[in-house]
């Protein structure tokens, strides 16, 4: 079997064209992983986040218990509003 320049052309070119396809399917699948870590990452940030406004939540109605009222109260019916609109989305 002879093998001339255009047989390695090719081979080259066919070897060129595997490459980049599986180059693109692995660029994808990273994507794909790259997107499923973010979404866990963004469900961790919300629960954190409701854990803290819980926190500031009980600190205001402290407050309010020793008798601070005024900008309390209103950030208290503010942050009970809010939570109420979010558990109904």
């Not at 994808?28 to 986040?49: F, G, P, V």
């Not at 406004?53 to 109605?61: F, N, P, R």
């Amino acid at each position: 079997m002879y093998v001339d320049a255009q047989t390695i052309i090719a081979v080259a070119s066919l070897f060129g064209a595997v490459t980049v396809i599986f180059g693109g399917i692995f660029a994808a699948y990273r994507w794909y992983m790259r997107q499923n870590l973010q979404d866990e990452d963004i469900k961790a940030m919300k629960e954190e986040m409701c854990l803290l406004t819980y926190g500031v939540l009980s600190c205001l109605k402290g407050l309010k218990e020793q008798g601070c009222n005024g900008p309390v109260t209103e950030a208290i019916g503010k942050i009970e509003k809010h939570m109420n609109q979010e558990a109904h989305k």
